[in-house]
């Protein structure tokens, strides 16, 4: 049917179908900005449209109702490709990060300005309590509207944005917005969805709805007579390569223990067939006809269950070492099940599949019994944590096709090289036949540095011919994905009444589910980020990951030093208790400092022996101290209500940034024949800022605006080799990497330019706005330079290039602080304050930092106080939307929330920088915890911590 | 989807009888909703142009319009402020643009954001029937399986009351609400049909269950002191 309505001022004729929803609709017809992040749930407020003058979620309009309307989109915010006031003070306050829901929360503040022009905190709460934001939280959202106001009233922003750094720098440390702000907060199609041509193939994922069972067989006949099926693919046609989805340096620290289709299903919601179709219409309709005979098996979903003599084993399969082997492999092997398959280990991670042990590691130094002997008091405590989700907007997605013979994906991904790596190894093609795309990602979180739905969205596409689109639903995010491995920590620490930490203990063991996706490294971290922020003699730790049939786990931001954090914080907490001392006494009087010998790394490496280093730059005395200071800590709260009391706590907490030693990163910078430049990076922007990162090294260095450089990343045709983004290695890698080559550029320029000129080489300099001068007054702009270079008697074009590899650590470091009040009547929790004060080095673009700074801690608020998958008895994830899951939205946001960068210069980062973000989802929790202990006595030690088990800890029921 | 637009309610009354498998469609916050408790097969009736959405004083009532939305009900002045809160306990702008006071009610959702705040204030609803316009207490109207459309929640002009939420978060599906309107208690706890009257201890009569909201012990804890809570 026809709907005519009026869209952005326009008359519009809209043709769809008459219960078609409104969004789909929309967006069908170009306007791009109204997005769906949650099915339809009512949630996300992606699809958020201004109907009728009023603010409503299209998911929830007919498209028939639209007859008529007056509709306005984030489209209509333009004035041609110029954004409006509003954008403009959103891409300047740093809130535009992943973006996927920018444009709606442009709109809607837009909407709120219009008739508010100036509207209070409660008015602007308001108006985004129906959307959702997970990279940058809410806080600077209250900034972007006051700039915006000043924008529109002065002609310029007024307030201050975020601190600079480094006065002698013009755009390193400096907040400038981000150099791809305007794209994404206009919505623009920068998203893998914005790519898929209409005659795109649907990709159906057929899902075990058992957590354990054999598949007996699979008949798919009937499916396969549909018109519009292309292609079954099941555990009895798929390849027989054994690889894993998680993005880790090859050779990975995880077995090769899954194929596209295993012929045991290890989860509910595992794979079972994939359907190519094409129309999901069809593609559903094949699913029902495939019949599919099951064998169930007792599934085992705890770690405590796997751990049980005789449990089920979840990988039961024929063990292959690539490197290591040990002695009696083929007698281990002769229990396993051919049904199971494999468990292919590129080196040895201390595994033992046949008691579901995916993997182990432990070390330590010191002599921890004589340290627990010394203590004046010992506390030994277990700690549990949840499954937690990502939940980034933008769903996985994929789009693939074959053109000129090749494999071409848009991904959504963090590590677009590890993905050509595997997409190449499930297709057994080779690199040069792939070129995957990484567009603009919608939110990652780690949960993108697996190779989720590529491996089978490729082979689909390569065996066809088809070009073919796959989104994961909200639902299939929750049960098909990756998510925080849940972990169960056991801490012991001792120490004195001087406070004094005698000894610390750790014994974790993790959930890793169904495959080992991170089995190692992420437990890892629970002891390899937490044990090294003490300078304790005697420290242990033990490590056992167990297989289970949870959904998948994998890299979530913080991997796992947030569980990690939980324990050993709130475990020091209670021992100062006990010891009748203040924690914060005891956290400073045994915390490392520059230059302290980290011998406690030795054990810690990733599968391998790590290496000792000194702490190098280190802001956390001075994160604790001031933080100390922003709460008043030591001074006791009170409440006028006497049910409500108030605590405080804190956290001091570290990461890294990057895997020294093991990552990689390289960017090519090009000057190009005008004089302006490009510079393309392996690196992959997640929307953190990475290019805008790699457009400053470009602007400081060579003397030019940030408008002449572009940047391209992340694609694996044009860009070098990038191990990708994460375990925080964007800026220190990937950033380190374009200002290399930015630096050679130089090189490159000046012999250039010296050649030209006439000049001595050490006589040139580079003056702004992009031109050489010479110290005799002789000078050439970057535009004469290069195209006389490029002439028929030219030297060719110059292109700097630098590769990034250390061994060397740069780790932030930081203090978060909270303050809560807990009713104990009820047992609400309200978290009054926050305070995270973290030290990045120099922050490059430090607006962008604040609001990552913001957005993890509320991801970590949300761990510790609300979020938690839930299985029933079959295994079924129960609460797999926004709602029921426990998203936090603008109304749990701390009602005083503050994140402050610590002024600290880092010898090894580029301009000194160190990573920002993940290093912010550690302090949440025990901080919080800590705080409720303080408040009202009662230590609650598994997540979330819920007014339910405060009132249990009290007594109440 | 099968839709239906009905011209005039008294049309839309008789749809709703003769499709068994039918449903309103109002504000479509919760019958357009992913999960939704409307069994996503029924055939839709879409009252949304039908419905009065006005607020307005009647000589003793104020006259709330089944077709205002919970947004305008929480920035209207003649709404006492108790049943503004239960409104604003649908904590999304865009969502409470759009829901209904009559879909809220006429769902009885065991998390109805509304019906607590209602009973306490001893409502009445305005229903039309087959045979015709017809006023019932809210405590009947919930009590019954009415095909009929709702027209209008009548209360009591400058009552008096206290709703409050208890929820995981602010835009969780209520673990429990309570509220109370010169000397009417409501509670609805989620998984257990609202309960109401002018004993303080209703929730004894409340039979509680476990699910992803809480334990029943611990909304039977609440239950026994939400009251005691307010100041």
Redesign the interface.
């Known amino acids: 049917m026809d709907i005519k309505c009026r869209i952005n001022g326009e008359n519009i004729v809209l043709i769809a179908e008459r219960d078609e929803r409104l969004r789909d609709v929309l967006y069908r017809a170009g306007y791009n900005s109204v997005r769906d992040s949650d099915d339809r749930e009512g949630f996300a407020g992606s699809d958020t449209i201004v109907f009728n003058g009023v603010l409503k979620y299209s998911n929830f309009i007919l498209a028939y109702q639209a007859e008529g309307a007056e509709i306005m989109t984030a489209e209509g915010l333009m004035n041609g490709r110029e954004i409006n006031y509003v954008q403009k003070a959103m891409v300047a306050a740093g809130i535009v990060q992943s973006a996927y829901n920018a444009p709606a929360a442009a709109l809607i503040l837009t909407w709120l300005l219009d008739k508010k022009p100036n509207p209070t905190k409660a008015d602007i709460q308001e108006a985004l309590s129906g959307i959702f934001i997970r990279d940058a939280g809410y806080e600077h959202y209250y900034l972007a509207v006051k700039l915006a106001i000043e924008l529109r009233d002065e002609g310029e922003f007024k307030s201050e944005i975020a601190p600079s750094f480094r006065p002698s720098l013009d755009f390193i440390g400096k907040p400038t917005g981000k150099i791809d702000g305007a794209a994404l907060v206009s919505g623009e199609p920068v998203f893998v969805e914005d790519k898929v041509p209409e005659n795109a193939w649907c990709l159906h994922v057929l899902r075990s709805p058992f957590a354990h069972a054999y598949i007996k067989s699979i008949d798919t006949s009937a499916a396969e007579k549909l018109d519009g099926v292309a292609k079954i693919v099941t555990a009895f046609n798929c390849p027989d390569i054994y690889y894993m989805q998680a993005g880790q340096g090859n050779p990975e620290p995880s077995p090769h223990d899954r194929r596209l289709f295993n012929k045991k299903v290890r989860h509910v919601g595992d794979r079972v067939a994939g359907i190519v179709a094409k129309t999901k219409e069809i593609a559903d309709k094949a699913a029902e006809l495939i019949k599919v005979e099951y064998e169930p098996i007792a599934p085992v979903f705890t770690v405590e269950e796997a751990m049980a003599d005789g449990a089920p084993v979840v990988q039961n399969g024929i063990v292959e070492y690539r490197a290591g082997a040990p002695a009696d492999l083929d007698e281990y092997n002769k229990s396993s099940d051919e049904r199971d398959g494999k468990i292919v280990y590129q080196f040895p991670l201390h595994a033992d599949s046949h008691r579901n042990i995916a993997a182990g590691a432990h070390g330590g130094i010191g002599d921890i019994e004589k340290g627990f002997a010394e203590a004046d008091a010992v506390v030994d405590e277990t700690y549990q944590t949840s499954q937690i989700q990502c939940t980034p907007l933008e769903p996985h997605v994929c789009y693939a096709h074959i053109e000129g013979g090749r494999l071409v994906m848009n991904c959504s991904t963090q590590v677009p090289y590890h993905v050509r790596r595997i997409v190449g190894w499930v297709c057994q093609i080779p690199e040069n036949k792939i070129h995957i795309i990484k567009e603009r990602v919608g939110g990652g979180y780690g949960s993108k540095q697996d190779i989720l739905v590529e491996d089978l969205v490729g082979y689909c596409t390569w065996i066809t011919g088809k070009p073919i689109y796959y989104r994961n639903t909200r639902a299939e995010e929750f049960y098909a994905n990756s998510t925080r491995h849940p972990m169960r920590v056991r801490v012991k620490m001792g120490g004195k009444k001087d406070g004094t930490i005698t000894a610390i203990y750790m014994d974790v063991r993790a959930n890793t589910g169904p495959y080992g996706n991170h089995c190692l490294t992420v437990p890892m971290n629970a002891s390899s980020k937490t044990l090294p922020i003490f300078a304790v003699d005697n420290m242990y730790y033990d490590l056992l990951t167990y297989y289970t049939n949870i959904p998948p786990t994998g890299a979530y931001q913080g991997y796992g030093a947030p569980k990690g954090y939980f324990g050993i914080i709130s475990c020091m907490g209670q021992l100062a208790m006990k010891l009748g001392i203040d924690p914060l006494m005891m956290a400073k009087k045994n915390i490392v400092h520059e230059g302290y010998m980290l011998e406690i790394l030795k054990g810690l490496g990733e599968g391998r022996e790590g290496a000792v280093v000194p702490v190098g730059s280190c802001g956390l005395e001075e994160a604790l101290d001031q933080g100390a200071e922003m709460i008043n800590w030591g001074k006791k709260e009170v409440s006028e209500d006497p049910d409500w009391k108030i605590g405080k706590g804190f956290a001091m907490i570290q990461q890294g940034s990057g895997l020294p030693g093991l990552d990689h990163a390289t960017a090519q910078c090009k000057l190009l024949t005008d004089g302006t430049f490009i510079l393309f990076s392996g690196g992959a922007d997640l929307g953190t800022g990475l290019d805008t990162i790699s457009a400053k090294c470009v602007s400081e260095i060579m003397r030019v605006p940030l408008e002449v450089v572009s940047v391209v990343s992340g694609d694996t045709d044009s860009c070098p080799f990038d191990t990708g983004a994460y375990a925080s290695s964007g800026t220190y890698f990937s950033g380190n990497a374009s200002l290399l080559a930015v630096k050679d550029l130089k090189e490159k320029v000046l012999v250039e330019a010296s050649l030209q000129l006439g000049e001595p080489k050490e006589e040139l300099e580079l003056v702004w706005p992009g031109k050489i001068v010479s110290k005799s007054g002789k000078e050439i702009t970057y535009s004469k330079l290069s195209h006389d270079a490029l002439q028929g008697d030219g030297r060719g074009q110059m292109i700097g290039k630098g590769t990034f590899v250390t061994p060397n650590f740069a780790v932030p470091y930081g203090a978060h602080f909270a303050e809560v009040a807990v009713n104990v009547r009820t047992g609400e929790i309200k978290v009054n304050k926050f305070y995270a004060l973290q030290d990045a080095g120099t922050p490059i673009n430090p607006e962008i930092a604040l609001c990552q700074m913001y957005g993890a801690a509320m991801k970590s608020i949300g761990h510790t106080l609300y979020e938690g998958m839930i299985l029933d008895e079959n295994g079924t994830c129960v609460n797999a939307n926004f709602t029921d899951y426990g998203t936090p939205m603008i109304y749990e946001s701390p009602e005083d929330f503050k994140s402050v960068l610590i002024d600290v210069d880092d010898k090894f980062g580029p301009f000194g920088a160190k990573s920002i973000s993940e290093i912010a989802t550690n302090g949440a929790a025990p901080s919080i915890a800590m705080a409720i202990a303080d408040a009202c006595g009662v230590w609650v030690r598994t997540w979330p911590i819920t007014p339910e088990k405060i009132l249990k800890g009290l007594g109440k029921f | 989807?099968?839709?239906h637009?009905a011209k005039t309610l008294e049309e839309a009354v008789k749809l709703r009888h003769e499709i068994e498998n039918s449903a309103y469609l109002a504000?479509?916050?919760e019958v357009?909703?992913?999960?939704s408790s409307v069994d996503s097969s029924a055939e839709l009736i879409?009252i949304?142009a039908l419905l009065d959405a006005s607020i307005s004083i009647d000589g003793d009532k104020l006259i709330i319009g089944a077709g205002a939305t919970l947004q305008s009900i929480k920035e209207c002045e003649l709404v006492p402020e108790f049943i503004k809160d239960a409104a604003a306990f649908c904590?999304?702008?865009?969502?409470r643009?759009?829901a209904t006071i009559g879909g809220n009610v006429a769902l009885k959702r065991d998390d109805s954001y509304m019906l607590a705040a209602l009973l306490a204030a001893e409502a009445e609803v305005v229903i039309e029937c087959h045979a015709g316009e017809k006023v019932k207490p809210l405590s009947v109207y919930i009590s019954k399986n009415c095909k009929g459309v709702v027209k209008a929640i009548r209360i009591a002009a400058g009552r008096k009351g206290w709703a409050k939420k208890?929820a995981?978060?602010?835009?969780?599906?209520a673990t429990l609400i309570a509220a109370e309107s010169e000397g009417m208690y409501a509670i609805s706890a989620s998984g257990s049909p609202v309960a109401f009257g002018r004993d303080r201890e209703i929730y004894k009569n409340i039979e509680f269950v476990s699910d992803?909201r809480?334990?029943a012990?611990?909304k039977?804890?609440?239950a026994s002191?939400?009251f005691?809570?307010r100041?």
Not at chain 2, 168 to 173: E, M
């Open positions: 989807m099968v839709i637009q504000g479509g916050t357009l909703r992913l999960n879409d949304s904590s999304s702008f865009e969502k643009n759009m208890i995981i978060t602010s835009s969780s599906h992803l809480g334990s012990e611990y039977k804890y609440l002191v939400i005691e809570g100041r």
